[in-house]
């Protein structure tokens, strides 16, 4: 069964402060992706992570993935009130065909001025 | 281009109901998946449906059901509410499920009395 796992599980940050949130996964994959959730909202895709070694950026949020480690990172430079929200990370099994994400437990970040 | 739609946005039953959720997904996207959100349990994968087919199906009771139409709008079907099955559910499409963005919509919230 996959699992996946992210830390720290909240976080409060200072703005202008740097952070990086960890997502590990217990079994093979190469298929991550990264979604942010706002307070009674949906979710809203970030990035797409679909090979080892794959980093993408969007603004103030950067992701990384590392396949043999089975970990991927979301780090966030200078951070502002405006990226206050709960990150999830997901990962498909590598053998399933189509699609079937399995989340992890998501990250409250807050961040103060 | 519309987002993923999803109806209706809230629902209270009582126990022992059924309930019929919609979802509509973004043109010309064939793969929809749905997904339970709680508090308690975090997101969790019910099923995933591609060309009117369950490709895949997560670990929950046969008391939820789904099925997708040949234009690709998709419902899932909850009988016999229990007080547990209180959550959001929300419907993801892509154009193929695996390995592209998965675009979520607003979510159902259902309150089971």
């Known amino acids: 069964e996959l699992k996946v796992e992210q830390n720290p599980l909240f976080l409060s940050m200072q703005e202008g402060k740097n952070y990086t949130i960890y997502c590990n996964y217990s079994?093979?994959?190469?298929?991550l992706y990264w979604y942010r959730q706002d307070p009674g909202k949906s979710l809203e895709s970030l990035f797409v992570?679909?090979?080892?070694?794959a980093v993408k950026q969007e603004g103030r949020l950067m992701a990384s993935l590392d396949t043999k480690a089975r970990l991927s990172t979301l780090h966030i430079t200078a951070a502002v009130h405006d990226l206050s929200a709960t990150y999830f990370c997901a990962v498909d099994m590598i053998e399933t065909s189509g699609s079937r994400l399995t989340f992890g437990e998501g990250t409250q970040l807050t961040v103060n001025p | 281009k519309a987002g993923v739609t999803q109806t209706p946005r809230y629902l209270i039953k009582t126990r022992g109901q059924q309930v019929t959720l919609s979802c509509s997904p973004i043109s010309g996207h064939r793969s929809v998946s749905w997904y339970q959100q709680t508090p308690g349990q975090g997101l969790q994968f019910l099923f995933e449906?591609?060309?009117?087919?369950?490709?895949n199906k997560g670990n929950f009771p046969g008391r939820f059901s789904g099925r997708q139409f040949s234009n690709s709008r998709s419902e899932m079907n909850v009988s016999t509410l229990e007080l547990g099955d209180s959550a959001l559910y929300l419907c993801?499409?892509?154009?193929?499920?695996?390995?592209?963005?998965?675009?979520f919509g607003p979510g159902t919230r259902l309150l089971v009395l």
């Open positions: 449906y591609f060309s009117e087919t369950q490709r």
């Open positions: 993801a499409s892509s154009l193929r499920g695996r390995a592209t963005t998965q675009y």
């Open positions: 079994t093979t994959s190469d298929r």
């Open positions: 992570l679909l090979s080892n070694g």
